[in-house]
């Protein structure tokens, strides 16, 4: 065997690495074991032929353009046989490479600190000799608002050197940055010196356990790099966001794989919306800003550290130092906030798998109107095409006889409808050879189709405008709403016209997604809305998106809570969920108490296996139902405020308790209730018992139904009112109100009732908007409102909170 053959040349080696970018990881069919498995980046990090590189000292920094370089030392993993057990810890490797001229046994690579804002931080840690400048460009990233990170912001950060210049220390007004030369530490604190977090070498702490440090690895199957960032973590440290997760809503404890799957349900660790982003209760928050899959362990594998895994080359790590509104609102300036909805997407959305023909919709329109359920929105599943599930864009012939007059009629009644499809088109689709021939599909190594389906490219414009003119022509008919369905699939080993492989774009492709269909919406009708299920970082810029399809159980309904908390706290502002479970008829008793708590959601929609209509079970469910819907629109003034307030923090309407009260501790520990804007607390039943017990957060709470005050920061036992749902109002708070309409565009806005909250008769305060969307703060002082700034056109009345 020559010698060449032995040891591959450069131009091999370039070769070999060009590919690498190009192409599916050569192995991810090993590491993927059936086809749409999300990929665990975290196991690059167990294989024993792996090449690990560790961060060791700083070899460089400049501290005035924050631009510098690491050292990184080379360690295998060594099989070490002790006690009757093999362990695999991490010893220091020797160069292997042939020639070893041409490569570092201890590479010093590039890193750069910038500050993004007074609360901001931005990290980079190139696992090449290339700038971070370099890595990536900044302009085209989907995943931010623009496209592009803000210019630095510099000089809101006061630099410092100390200890002979072996410490760089960045401050200001919210934090602190310090990085230790050497060895190598970066260390985050608050604005009062509190250590927040900080880097983890070897050797932090002394362990016997083989943990992962702050690392990355060359991966043996590809020579491509991952990434291992690893942070400690408080003994009493919990972790939040990660995306839409049904899991418990503190991750400390769990491994989050953040790549994106069908989670064909509510009760699984997959997701269909996931997000590099977390917030924690010590103070800060992290994003790290890639398509690539991701890995966070909180403590999971070794308690004290939360190691952060991407499949990426570049570690791109935004830090956001602050309380959870603060963290928040940081993450979602970078990446972009919510625009709110049409004021019509509010109310309530009618569904079923599925309506399918014209008359059926319009009988179940006029017994709406018959029955007195309000409602704004009819929506139209898989069944509008003569094949059901055949997404052809074309309503059925048979079965839809006019879709114009039948879509003008229901907007003449006041509904909108809303329709279903998705983007893989099935081979039995006549779509299917269109798109193939025109290529506008996702396609494998060998050019050709990745799988059964032709899955769209949204990476390729022509794809994009072929796609949006098949909406476009039912929107124009008069459709105002489409349902945007799967996306968590697309193929994760496809090549893409963008030039990239799955290992970029699959994750990516519901931010394409969600977006192609927002932008035609809003074109073709004036109205930025979707009804959407999977979604990844950037996605809150494309609302609305939904929790899947959730099973008829107490335990779905309790996990689909969590999510929606998860939800917001990744910088969602609107979330809806499918009211009573979707996979099969809802029982009735669960259907009764899951609705007030689809109804005091932003977005409510009732869908799932039939029947869903209230009146197909009996007058007294159906009694319950309507009380349930005319709550959400009675109170849309409250709601509509919401709205406008939260999108334009960048605030989640649904919240987890800890985000208004983050000083009370046991709030961090409360999954199971939640704040509906700041002064609504919304706690469901989740069984039969007929009481729940409730925890108040601190200050005085009422109850909406019974008028019963309760005193917070303690448990209380708390039966619900008429609505099967228990509602407290925040003491000290303004709650509007107008009269109950069959849809929001019958409400008399002219017209509002202000219910004011005060146990002791302190001023309350409260945010009133209008169908415009203008929103007032009132205030109201001894039963009266105080400067009366609502709008001439604008009648009010004041009625002292209590029972309804």
Do not use: C
């Not at 200001?172 to 983890?200: I, M, N």
């Not at 779509?431 to 050019?447: P, S």
């Amino acid at each position: 065997m020559s010698t060449r053959t032995r040891h591959p040349g450069r131009r091999a080696v370039a070769i070999a690495l060009a590919l690498t970018a190009l192409a599916p990881p050569a192995a991810l069919a090993a590491q993927t074991q059936t086809m749409g498995d999300p990929v665990d980046v975290a196991e690059d990090f167990a294989r024993p032929e792996q090449v690990y590189f560790v961060a060791s000292r700083v070899a460089r920094l400049d501290p005035a353009t924050g631009r510098g370089a690491i050292q990184w030392e080379r360690h295998v993993r060594q099989p070490g046989l002790n006690f009757n057990k093999i362990d695999r810890g991490f010893a220091r490797g020797a160069a292997t490479e042939f020639p070893g001229t041409e490569y570092d046994r201890d590479p010093v690579l590039p890193f750069a600190i910038d500050f993004v804002s007074p609360r901001a931080i931005r990290l980079r840690f190139s696992t090449r000799d290339v700038p971070p400048e370099r890595m990536a460009d900044d302009t085209r990233s989907l995943m931010l608002a623009g496209g592009a990170v803000p210019a630095a912001d510099r000089a809101a950060w006061r630099v410092e050197r100390s200890a002979g210049d072996s410490i760089v220390t960045w401050t200001s007004a919210h934090g602190k940055v310090r990085v230790v030369k050497h060895p190598w530490s970066l260390e985050l604190y608050d604005a009062a010196g509190r250590l927040l977090t900080r880097t983890q070498r070897l050797g932090q702490p002394a362990s016997f356990t083989p943990y992962v440090p702050f690392s990355f690895v060359r991966r043996s199957r590809d020579l491509g790099r991952s990434v291992a960032a690893t942070f400690e973590l408080a003994h009493d440290e919990k972790v939040f966001g990660m995306g839409e997760s049904f899991t418990r809503l503190d991750k400390r404890g769990q491994r989050v794989v953040a790549v994106l799957r069908d989670a064909m349900g509510a009760q699984s660790r997959l997701q269909y919306k996931a997000v590099p982003f977390f917030l924690s209760s010590a103070g800060y928050g992290m994003f790290v800003h890639t398509s690539a899959p991701v890995t966070f362990d909180v403590g999971a594998e070794f308690d004290a550290h939360h190691t952060i895994y991407a499949g990426d080359e570049e570690l791109d790590l935004f830090v956001f130092v602050g309380a959870p509104k603060d963290v928040v609102s940081e993450y979602t300036a970078l990446t972009g906030r919510s625009p709110v909805p049409p004021l019509w997407s509010f109310g309530l959305w009618m569904s079923r798998i599925t309506y399918n023909s014209e008359k059926q919709v319009r009988d179940v329109a006029r017994m709406m109107r018959e029955h007195r359920i309000p409602a704004d929105v009819l929506h139209l599943d898989t069944g509008w095409f003569e094949t059901d599930w055949r997404s052809d864009f074309r309503f059925s012939s048979s079965r839809f006889a006019d879709p114009a007059a039948m879509l003008r009629d229901l907007r003449a009644q006041g509904f909108r409808t809303s329709l279903w499809q998705y983007t893989y088109f099935t081979p039995k689709n006549p779509l299917w050879r269109e798109v193939v021939e025109k290529g506008y599909h996702v396609r494998d190594a060998g050019g050709r189709l990745p799988g059964e389906d032709a899955v769209l490219d949204f990476s390729n414009p022509a794809a994009v405008a072929w796609y949006q003119g098949k909406l476009r022509e039912l929107l124009r008919l008069g459709v105002a709403a489409i349902k945007a369905d799967f996306g968590e699939n697309a193929p994760i080993d496809g090549l893409y016209a963008s030039g990239r492989t799955g290992w970029y774009e699959h994750n990516l492709y519901p931010v394409r997604y969600n977006k192609a269909v927002w932008d035609v919406t809003r074109e073709a009708t004036g109205d930025g809305i979707l009804w959407g299920r999977s979604a990844w970082a950037g996605s809150q810029r494309y609302p609305v998106h939904w929790g899947g399809d959730a099973e008829n159980t107490d335990q779905a309904m309790a996990a689909t809570l969590r999510s929606g908390l998860s939800m917001g706290l990744s910088g969602f502002t609107f979330w809806s969920h499918d009211v009573g479970g979707f996979v099969n008829r809802a029982p009735r008793a669960l259907y009764r108490r899951w609705l007030p708590f689809g109804a005091l959601t932003s977005h409510t929609r009732t869908h799932g296996a039939p029947p869903r209509e209230p009146w197909e079970y009996d007058a007294a469910l159906e009694a319950d139902f309507r009380r349930g819907i005319e709550l959400k629109y009675a109170l849309m003034p409250y709601v509509w405020a919401q709205a406008h307030a939260s999108a334009a923090r960048g605030w989640p309407m649904m919240r987890a308790l800890f985000f208004e009260y983050p000083d009370d501790p046991t709030s961090w520990l409360v999954e199971d209730e939640y704040l509906f804007g700041p002064d609504l607390l919304v706690a469901p039943l989740f069984d039969e018992a007929g009481a729940r017990r409730v925890y108040v957060p601190p200050g005085g709470w009422t109850d909406y139904q019974t008028g019963r005050v309760y005193q917070g920061a303690r448990w209380h036992e708390i039966a619900p009112g008429a609505i099967p749902v228990v509602l407290l109002v925040r003491d000290h708070a303004v709650i509007p109100h107008v009269a109950v309409a069959q849809h929001t565009g019958a409400i008399d806005w002219s017209r509002v009732e202000l219910r004011a909250y005060s146990s002791d008769g302190a001023p309350a305060i409260g945010s009133v908007a209008v169908a415009d969307g203008a929103v007032h703060t009132v205030r109201v002082e001894g039963g009266r409102l105080v400067g009366d700034p609502l709008p001439g056109r604008v009648t009010w009345r004041m009625t002292r909170g209590g029972g309804r």
